[in-house]
């Protein structure tokens, strides 16, 4: 449960680690992201509850990070046990303080409970808004 939270926090707030092929070191993390595309899916029984959980952190982000330009929340259409959410920020430091609020941590204890196995996420650097 410990080590689901965890991967959760990181796919959340922290930049992913990816290895170099056949290096077996960590690839350099890119300095300039300010996107998130993350993919959680729900335990079995749980979707209502996934659902409900990212509804409320999506009014939190909204509520406690000014630097927060967009916050969506997604369903597969082919699998609606799997939910994405797509975040875009101003700025790193935006990115640095996502989920850095009392109440966004407290929710974070919950998600393990509602998750099935690891968040699947990239980080992406905006170019250009569209209409």
Do not use: C
């Not at 999506?58 to 609606?80: C, F, I, N, T």
């Amino acid at each position: 449960m410990k080590l689901i939270l965890t991967a959760a926090l990181l796919a959340l707030s922290l930049p992913l680690v990816a290895a170099e092929p056949g290096a077996g070191k960590p690839a350099a993390q890119p300095s300039a992201y300010n996107t998130m595309f993350v993919k959680f899916r729900a335990r079995p029984g749980k979707s209502q509850e996934m659902r409900a959980f990212w509804l409320e952190m999506q009014k939190e982000v909204a509520r406690s990070e000014p630097g927060a330009v967009q916050y969506d929340l997604l369903v597969m259409a082919d699998d609606p046990e799997v939910y994405v959410i797509i975040e875009r920020y101003k700025d790193a430091a935006a990115v640095a303080a996502h989920g850095q609020s009392q109440k966004a941590r407290a929710m974070f204890a919950r998600l393990g409970d509602l998750m099935e196995g690891a968040p699947e996420g990239d980080r992406m650097q905006l170019i250009s808004a569209g209409p």
